[in-house]
């Protein structure tokens, strides 16, 4: 491999961790905003925590807990208005496929 190749997959994933998109979902948002960036991954999930891939590029991840939207039946489902509790900094990793 290049040199040059290298150093041109080097700035893009760089661009990738640095975009504004990826950087403006923070805690406090519901679920219903980060899947404007992000989708689901497949793997062992629940209602409060799950992991989700960048839209753009499924080996960009990132692992989110939620609080429930509601009292009413909590950890039943998945709420677009679930809100987000904390979310990790952008991370690389292989894809899940159930």
Same mark, same amino acid.
């Given at each position: 491999m290049s040199a040059?190749?290298?150093e041109e997959r080097? %700035?893009? +994933?760089? %661009? +990738?961790l640095r975009l504004r998109q990826i950087s403006t979902i923070e805690p406090g948002m519901r679920r219903s905003d980060l899947l404007r960036v992000f989708k689901t991954e497949g793997g062992l999930s629940n209602p409060t925590q799950r992991t989700y891939v960048y839209i753009e590029c499924s080996y960009i991840r990132v692992s989110v807990?939620? %609080?429930?939207?509601?009292?009413?039946?909590p950890g039943l489902g998945e709420n677009p208005d679930d809100i987000i509790e904390s979310i990790s900094q952008p991370y690389l990793g292989w894809s899940v496929m159930d």
């Open positions: 040059a190749l290298n080097t %700035k893009w +994933i760089g %661009k +990738i807990r939620f %609080k429930a939207a509601t009292t009413e039946s």
